[in-house]
């Protein structure tokens, strides 16, 4: 039996309500997501997302019978909050002064062999926001009751149950011990294992929507809450339940997360912001990322996609780009960006194709990704030259495209019907195309990049 199930995604960049049926989009809304600068540090506008979301629910409710919710959010993100309200401001990753608590909290961190979670920099690891929340926040730290993963933050607002999950507390936290599926050492050695709620999978359900939103939005009071799910997980739903191991999905957007199902852990280095996930079902991921969207906008100057024919101009012209252009992720976070030789304004997105396809094809290398199908879903889905330049550099694996703009919240969706009954909608096979001059232009690329430290 179908039923219309709503999405709250939290992106880094929008918030958005998305309706689904069976796997089909009914209806969608999105807005701006805002970063407030005010104190204790810069932190996530959870109000206006809130607000939001009523404000998108009556609207959606007055022309569908929505039966259940399922949150999903960006990693790098928690609350503390008390028995009512948040205890603390959800602090922003891009907050680099929490680095500061950065020598005792490295005395605290497990190792990569145990946590597969590297050192990264500002908030990206969850685990030294919680450390800094604790040392630099105690008084804000003593009023919370709990502390939860971003998407099980709106799972509290709706239906106000505290609940812990694998995906967000695997997605680079330092928290959670992958081969182990337990909370890691940082737990216990940071003093806040009493603050995690009970474990609960990513699609159950945990009770119906409180009776206040019932009456602001007009959902039926019975309207189930699910667990949610950190959002490159979601993306990952789709193709664990409709393809064999192994295969590999870059999820794209302002990140590009690589996410290698079936590959051995034993290739993940620290070094290369190489790292392991964790699926809805608790089974460790080999995963890679870089900031792939805004590196592309910063590359380009803007938005947009190149031609085949702007590719082999820019190859042609020498002029390359060298890592990095956004200070985050990637195996070369640490070094300043930089764009050597002349290309045309009108030639910038192809060049920065060029640039995410090969940092892509770099990334999977070092993983160890030799075999089995490439899907790309999210932004880079649409970028034509993109997913050829890919199968170009990569000939042993097939590139697929998977052009869906509500890939995370269609995957979300699907966990309100987990497995789902209905089909999954298989993505577009990209042919084959010959790059001119490709090859030597990736060896010459491969020669600068060994040049850089990391």
């Known amino acids: ?269 620290p070094r290369d912001d190489t790292l392991a996930n964790v699926d809805a079902l608790g089974r460790p991921i080999a995963c890679g990322r870089f900031m792939g969207g805004r590196e592309y906008a910063a590359i380009a100057g803007g938005g947009g996609n190149p031609d085949l024919d702007a590719i082999e101009r820019v190859i042609a012209s020498g002029a390359i780009a060298l890592p990095c252009f956004c200070g985050h992720g990637g195996p070369y976070a640490t070094t300043k960006g930089v764009i050597r030789g002349e290309v045309a304004a009108c030639d910038r997105t192809a060049l920065a194709t060029l640039y995410c396809a090969l940092v892509s094809d770099l990334m999977l290398t070092r993983m160890g990704a030799a075999s089995g199908d490439l899907i790309v879903e999210g932004t880079f889905a649409g970028n034509l030259p993109f997913c050829q330049t890919l199968g170009a550099l990569r000939q042993t694996q097939r590139v697929f495209a998977a052009e869906d703009a509500a890939g995370t919240a269609r995957g979300a969706a699907m966990l309100a019907q987990w497995p789902p009954p209905y089909p999954i909608a298989a993505p577009t096979p990209i042919p084959i195309a010959p790059i001119a001059g490709l090859a030597a232009y990736r060896d010459a690329w491969t020669a600068q990049i060994g040049l850089i430290g990391r």
């Open 1 to 269: 039996m179908s039923q219309t199930v709503a999405v709250l995604d939290i992106g880094k960049t929008n918030v958005k309500l998305a309706l689904f049926d069976d796997g089909r989009l009914l209806w969608e809304k999105s807005a701006p997501n805002h970063v407030l600068p005010s104190p204790p540090y810069p932190h996530e506008d959870v109000e206006s997302a809130w607000n939001f979301f009523l404000d998108a629910l009556r609207e959606a409710a007055r022309t569908h019978r929505i039966s259940a919710i399922v949150p999903t959010a960006h990693g790098a993100a928690g609350a503390l909050i008390s028995e009512s309200e948040l205890a603390a401001p959800v602090m922003d990753y891009e907050f680099t002064g929490v680095e500061v608590i950065e020598p005792d909290y490295a005395r605290l961190r497990p190792p990569f062999s145990e946590s597969l979670s590297p050192k990264l920099p500002a908030g990206l690891n969850l685990g030294r926001q919680l450390a800094y929340q604790k040392w630099r926040c105690p008084d804000l730290f003593a009023k919370a009751r709990y502390f939860v993963g971003y998407p099980q933050y709106w799972t509290w607002r709706l239906a106000g149950a505290a609940v812990s999950e694998v995906t967000t507390l695997g997605a680079h936290t330092d928290l959670w011990a992958p081969r182990q599926g337990q909370v890691s050492s940082l737990v216990k050695a940071l003093g806040v294992d009493h603050l995690l709620p009970p474990l609960r999978r990513a699609f159950n359900p945990l009770g119906p929507i409180k009776g206040e939103i019932a009456a602001v939005t007009g959902l039926a009071p019975e309207t189930q809450v699910f667990c949610g799910i950190h959002d490159s997980n979601a993306s990952l739903l789709p193709y664990l339940v409709s393809r064999q191991a192994p295969f590999t999905v870059l999820s794209t957007g302002t990140w590009v997360i690589l996410m290698c199902v079936g590959l051995s852990l034993d290739q993940l280095d």
